[in-house]
């Protein structure tokens, strides 16, 4: 349950704390006060939509931080650790649980960033709404206009039947999802059959073109630096000639070699290393640069024999290669690189279109299996919903019995769709004969706002004794309903607080009379902002918070007298095991 939950900076209120607890709590005050905005910041702390435009005016950020009671033994505590978060100790329970309590953040800039805590520490968004969904239920005006549409209906339904149909629902959204998976892939095949069989066939053209031209990785460089060589081989052998001749050669223009040159230096230090030593080391030197001089003119002398008279001839057998890879490039690049992978791969992709036919075959045989798996488990989900809906029926028109509708039957009827979908092959609608002699009319056309409340109500309440959440939030679930009816309301919410928490925004008395912790949403208006807070009403405030919800004047004698009578018959029923 939701032990506080303390707001700043949210709407209409700078800052406000609420104390909730266990129990039945409602929520009052003035149009315009602020009470939407308690189930705004719930909804933030449950990972709802954040709106920077519900920052206060002139402040930097808004944010809600609650505090729940759980048991440290259930997937939530289990799920708040998986996201980091920490649990504080409480301690043990008459009941034997072992209690810890766990904080939610959220805040929200007036730049529309939004930042969660849970646990004390950072977490994704996404953990509030998955946390929420097993702690809370909320239900606001919107939720009666959605009631009226099939998937609600389909999901009330669904959360009555519980476990069971949670077990089928998952066998069949499995076969189904297979089925749809199987289908599409088998439609797509056989929508693109053309298209694929003329990609077949220039993939096998360009593969045949490619394996006969056989190119090799790095070849195209190769033939480029080959080309390059041949063209200007004669300037290659004119350069490399004359180097060589430098280097050694019996006659050379104007002068001696560098082999001949290297020698008299050499020569000309042996004579002399005799009267002093240290020219030994230079000799040595020279009698090196001398070999490696003779090798540097024998590896041009193997250069020059290389550039054969034939380069001609070869040159145009380069060209004619290069010109054969630049066509494949052309064709099936944009790079040469490309149609390297091309070799690589188009086979096994060859391979694959060109067993279109087989595998059109077989999925067509999945598709006829795994479409009657479908229609099997979808049974069984319908056999599970119309149990479901004869009970849900049964228990919601005894539930408006006591909202004081008390001729009015609920028929939740369970018809078959022509096609499986999604959620199973089952039309769920709510049908709703207010009195006895009318005629059954889905809610979605024929309730008006107050039947919608009371059997919105009524599902919550049945829809608890099988599936029960720790705290049910109601805002103007009461609305378009006043009088006899509006006792029975709160009378049906002590009921249900009995076993869960409730939580409601109302602006009927004869509901918040019920609660046993009443908060009033004040307002104050110093002349520049709008500020509201949030108090927890004793006795007499609380009296006159009534009667002010019974006439509009808190301090009317007669509204007081009423609000105590109602107060007391509250108590007393309250007070009755």
Known sequence: MIESIDIRDLGVIA?????LGPGFTAITGETGAGKTMVVTALGLLLGGRADAAAVRRGAHQASVDGRWNID???????????????????????AGEHRVELTLGRSVSAEGRSRAQVGGRSAPIGVLAELGEKLVVLHGQSDQMRLRTASAQRDALDRFAGKKLRRALTAYTTAFETWKTTRETLAMLIEQRDLRHA??????????????????????????????????????????ASAREA??????????????LLDHARRQLERAVGFDATLAPIVEQLT?????????????????????????????QIQERRALLSNLVRKHGPRYEDVLELRAVGSQRLLELDSDESRIDELGARVETEHAAVLATAAELTAVRTAAATRMSAAVSTELTALAMAQAKVIVAVEPLPEPGSHGADQITFLLAPHNGAEPRPVAKGASGGELSRVMLALEV?????????????????????????????RRLASLARSAQVIVVTHLAQVAAFAGNHLAVVKDDDGRVTASSVRQLREDERLAEMARLLSGLADSENALAHAGELLALAASENAAP
Not at 463 to 490: H, K, M, Q, R, Y
């Open 462 to 490: 049945v829809i608890a004794t099988n599936e029960p959440l720790p705290t049910f939030v109601f805002d103007e679930v009461d609305a378009g309903v006043g009088g006899a009816a509006a006792i029975e309301i709160g």
């Open 72 to 94: 440290e033994a259930t997937s939530v505590a289990e799920r708040v650790r998986d996201a980091g978060g920490l649990l504080d100790e409480i301690g043990v329970n008459e």
């Open 199 to 240: 990609e077949a066939e220039r993939l096998r053209i360009a593969l045949e073109e490619i394996e006969a031209a056989d190119p090799q990785p790095g070849e195209e460089d190769e033939l480029t630096a080959l080309a390059e060589r041949l063209t200007n081989v004669e300037d290659l052998r004119l350069a490399a």
């Open 288 to 316: 090196g640069l001398g070999y490696q001089v003779a090798e540097l003119t024998g590896e041009l002398s193997t250069y020059l024999a290389t550039l054969d008279s034939d380069g001609a001839h070869e040159l145009e």
């Open 15 to 19: 800052q406000a704390s609420l104390p």
């Open 247 to 260: 280097l050694s050669a019996e006659e050379i223009e104007g002068g001696a070699d560098v082999s001949a």
